[in-house]
């Protein structure tokens, strides 16, 4: 149940996605009123039972035409934008999305009045990748600080909880297939971070709580490698698998293939970005600009995927050995 609303209204582009339902959610309890910012309000409806009557409204919004952005901001108190996308495809490009997309929510939070937005980005963020995804990351970041310097950034590792694209994908994979593929050996080494966590981090930016200006690094409280973590699913889901260690020239040969594909399982980006480790700096842990850093004691997988991921297990969630 939320709490009586306070009047004021943030507008959420990316309301209606596996990160931005969570943000809805936590906003909603503290009583703020919420217009999630979608492609297709029509398919944002499941947002609207998270908060009280009248609350949550989905509107239509595209990143790539302004004027749909200057409506959405109109007459809000704050702004968040949790736009990204993992892979492109047709005119949803990195460029459109993650660069041009957070300077065009800037200048219209700007022309609104506003002097900060919350933009979500991620660890690995930077101009000089080789990653297009890593380096539209950071031009998304540079053009939120140009244009409004006192935003938040929060940069977080792999997101996980119930509708992520990484624990279940490779679960729903051990479903059908006898091996599991380690792009690069799975040694890349990641801070898995819980959506929950992260969806109170961006809330608590709304509230002001957060450093003006400040970039945030949010991690779980594990560091695990990618083969730790398929470990670990296999244990939640009861399965045994090969985990199969493919060495990265191999993955790229593999990416070009299956990025032509439907669904895109793989791309050839996805593979450099793998090549580094996605964890928390030292500098930001010096610094304080992490989930501690902000007084959130961040829940860890082993107390998490069990909730989820029982219904990928033999007898699903019915299971008589299901992990309490």
Known sequence: MSKALNGKLVTVFGGSGFIGRHVVQALARRGYRIRAAV??????????????????????????YRWSVDRAVE??????????????????????????????????????????????????????????????????EAAVLETLPDSVILRPSI????????????????????????????????????????AEAVARSVDGQLKPGATYELGGPEVKTFRECMELMLEVTQRQRLLLPIPFPVARLQAAVLEKLPGQLLTSDQVRLLRKDNVVSAAAEQAGLTLAGMGINPSSLAAVLPTYLDRFRERGQYDAHRVA
């Open 159 to 198: 997101v996980f909880g119930p509708e992520d694209e990484f624990f279940n994908r490779f679960a729903a994979m051990a479903r059908i297939s006898p091996a599991l593929p380690l792009i690069g050996g799975g040694a890349t080494r990641f801070q898995p971070v819980y959506v929950c966590d992260v």
């Open 75 to 140: 007459g809000a108190d704050a702004v968040v934008n949790l736009v990204g996308i993992l892979a492109a495809s047709g005119k949803q490009t990195f460029e459109a999305v993650q660069a041009f997309g957070p300077r065009a929510i800037a200048e219209a939070a700007r022309g609104a009045g506003l002097t900060a937005i919350t933009h979500l980005s991620a660890i690995g963020a930077d101009a000089g990748s080789d990653s297009v995804y890593a380096r539209t990351k950071a031009a998304g």
């Open 39 to 64: 492609r297709r309000p029509d398919l944002a409806e499941h947002l609207q039972p998270l908060g009280g009557v009248g609350q949550i409204m989905p509107v239509q919004a595209n990143l790539r």
